[in-house]
């Protein structure tokens, strides 16, 4: 019986707590959107620079020039679509907040 009243008062004392503590209900989801935009363009850049040097190991041969060439397009690509979705983000939230 002392168990069952040692974890009532320890819920008691928890839930005070808890209703003591300040509540932020809203979470800036631009904030979290923009960490993300920010972690795919740096893996973007990181391709693009990845892309280059491959390029410049190439020596030369037809095939690796074409596959750096696209790692860097594709990359490109996603870079600008990256921007593009933080800026479409940021101008709806913006407006509507």
Same mark, same amino acid.
């Given at each position: 019986?002392?168990?069952?009243k040692?974890f009532?008062?320890?819920?008691?004392?928890?839930q005070?707590?808890a209703?003591?503590?300040?509540?932020n209900?809203?979470?800036?989801?631009?904030?979290?959107?923009n960490w993300f #935009?920010a972690?795919?363009g740096? @893996?973007a $850049?990181?391709?693009?620079?990845y892309?280059?040097?491959?390029? !410049?190991?190439t020596? &030369?041969?037809?095939?690796k020039?074409?596959?750096?060439?696209?790692?860097?397009? #594709?990359a490109v690509?996603g870079l @600008?679509? $990256?921007l593009l979705?933080?800026a479409?983000t940021?101008?709806? !939230?913006g407006?509507? &907040?």
């Open positions: 019986m002392e168990t069952v040692i009532a008062d320890v819920k008691s004392h928890l005070t707590a209703n003591n503590m300040p509540h209900n809203s979470v800036d989801i631009t904030l979290i959107m #935009y972690l795919a740096i @893996v $850049v990181g391709f693009i620079v892309g280059a040097i491959n390029y !410049a190991m020596q &030369g041969d037809p095939g020039i074409k596959q750096a060439s696209q790692t860097i397009a #594709y690509v @600008v679509i $990256v979705a933080a479409i940021n101008f709806i !939230a407006a509507a &907040g």
